[in-house]
């Protein structure tokens, strides 16, 4: 895919709302199957997590797209999902070969303009065995007040920053960095939240795996759309430390070398429990390959800040979300994971197109 028609792509992939994001997807894949969420939309309108398969129902290999993971980065993986159908990519597949897509997993973020879900958890932190005792995060614990400080006057922000910058100074940036993102299991309404019971997010996707029998394949090729990590419009491939040193081997050979993995030391994200290749690992072990392609937006801060104001939004003033102030802090989010340039959205496409190509030729080579 050549630059030009990348740019003539990018009005019929990304859309400006999550109803937008739907219908479109919805006509591309008209046969879809539909798994309604109990939360409803900004204006009282029904969500769901929409789910289309292509190819023979009992393909050996499978390719599994999924969009919304955090709900605002869904613009993007709609967007990849679009173009993905666009270029018949599944009218191609070798044999017994298929493709699912998940659009809108977190359909309550997507439609909200919020990373986490409609109980406040972040998904990607959410895939811990809840039966087990739950990781620990002491420095989340040190810093949780002024991570999301319980007012946003400029008194209470400033004395905020300056202990985060006195914990960074104290400890190094790898551990401020592993506090304030690496998840916690204690403080709901907080940053990274990974939750205490599964959500219902999560409860779909088991139920979407369950159905089309994904446990049952030889070789399962995930790829997991984020924003928001890394340079302006760069697509990292991100693998997690659940796969460990097998799983990023088997995503090079797959992706080649611009693959990263926190085992190696070359991601932009840190070592995280609770993400979603967690569940992949527990479900298919070595006969799956996880990637998190992920799309950098604007500096880290700038998402850290827009994620703080959205989650003081929410627990302290909830009684204010569709007020000006509250339409401006979900915009301030949307606008961090979903730059609205049109040289970013080319970017995506065209670095989106290049991984499905090598994802479906992959799977090719295991017929």
């Known amino acids: 895919m050549n630059l030009d028609i990348a740019q003539q792509c990018i009005p019929s992939c990304f859309s400006d709302t999550y109803l937008e994001a739907r219908n479109k997807f919805l006509q591309a894949a008209p046969a879809s199957q539909a798994y309604m969420c109990s939360a409803k939309g900004p204006s009282g309108e029904d969500l769901f997590t929409d789910v289309a398969y292509f190819g023979p129902a009992n393909a050996e290999r499978l390719l599994v797209l ?70 620990q995060n002491p420095g989340y614990e040190e810093l949780a007040e002024h991570l999301v400080p319980a007012d946003l006057s400029e008194e209470s922000v ?73 340079p302006y419009g760069y697509g990292e491939l991100q693998c997690e430390l659940s796969s460990g040193r097998a799983g990023y ?22 070592s995280i429990p609770g993400t979603m290749d967690e569940y992949w690992q527990r479900l298919l072990g070595d006969r799956h390959t996880y990637v998190g392609p992920e799309f950098g937006t604007y500096p880290r801060r700038n998402g850290w800040l827009a ?7 929410f627990k302290y003033q909830p009684e204010a979300v569709e007020s000006e102030l509250g339409r401006q802090i979900r915009k301030g989010v949307k606008w961090h994971y979903y730059p609205q340039a049109d040289d970013w959205k080319e970017m995506v ?13 992959a799977l090719a080579l295991f017929a």
């Open 307 to 313: 994620q703080r104001k959205d989650l003081w939004l």
């Open 66 to 135: 999924v969009s919304a993971t955090h709900g605002a980065e869904g613009y993007t993986g709609s967007a990849a999902q679009l173009l993905f159908l666009g270029a018949k990519f599944h009218e191609t597949l070798a044999p017994s070969t298929a493709v699912l897509i998940v659009h809108a997993l977190n359909c309550y973020g997507f439609s909200w303009d919020r990373r986490v879900t409609a109980e406040g958890v972040d998904l990607n932190r959410n895939f811990v065995d809840f039966a087990e005792p739950l990781p």
């Open 349 to 361: 496409l065209w670095r989106s197109h290049q991984v499905h190509r090598q994802a479906v030729e």
């Open 158 to 230: 400033c004395r905020a920053d300056a202990a985060l910058v006195a914990y960074q100074k104290t400890h190094g940036e790898l551990a401020f960095n592993l506090a304030y993102a690496g998840g916690q299991y204690s403080r709901p309404g907080g940053m990274f939240y990974g939750g205490n019971t599964p959500t219902e997010a999560r409860r779909t996707l088991e139920q979407i795996v369950s159905d089309f029998d994904v446990d049952r394949r030889e070789q399962v090729v995930i790829l997991d759309y984020h924003t928001g990590l890394g």
């Open 249 to 270: 081997e088997r995503a090079q050979k797959m992706f080649g070398a611009s693959v990263t993995s926190p085992v190696i030391g070359n991601s932009s994200q840190v």
